[in-house]
């Protein structure tokens, strides 16, 4: 194992962001701090060091326990870090990714609505989006 590695390729391998490509310009627009200061997608992460990433308008704070060059699986990955992300920011967050898939909510294990379900569902955002699109007029 290494005692340094890039910290671009660390984000990516840890899968904080899912190419390094992504993870790079991260870094050069200034999305990234180590320690408090904007790193460059060069910079030699170690371990024990804290990472702010700033992604969506979030803010998440990582503590680095493993330094990673490959890219690995989900379980392996959150071996490698610790997150130090407030709860209220974490929060938000989950509240914002929730309402970005722009799915109706459903109950877990309700499953696949019917295609009755999907037509009534329709019916019903027609009628409400036409009327409210006529009381916008008036």
Do not use: H, Q
């Not at 050069?28 to 804290?50: C, M, Q, R």
């Not at 722009?102 to 329709?122: H, I, M, N, Q, S």
Request: proline share 3%; hydrophobic share 35%; charged share 40%.
């Amino acid at each position: 194992m290494k005692d340094k590695v890039r910290i671009d390729k660390w984000l990516w391998s840890v899968r904080i962001f899912k190419s390094r490509s992504k993870a790079t310009d991260a870094c050069k627009t200034g999305k990234i701090k180590v320690g408090n200061v904007t790193v460059k997608p060069s910079y030699l992460a170690s371990i024990d060091e804290l990472v702010e990433v700033k992604k969506a308008g979030f803010n998440f704070r990582f503590k680095i326990l493993n330094l990673l060059e490959k890219r690995v699986g989900a379980p392996i990955a959150r071996t490698c870090y610790e997150d130090l992300t407030p709860e209220e920011e974490l929060n938000k967050y989950n509240d914002w990714y929730v309402g970005k898939s722009g799915a109706e909510f459903r109950e877990k294990g309700a499953g696949r609505p019917t295609k009755r379900d999907r037509r009534v569902l329709e019916d019903f955002k027609d009628d409400y989006l036409f009327d409210e699109f006529f009381e916008d007029l008036e």
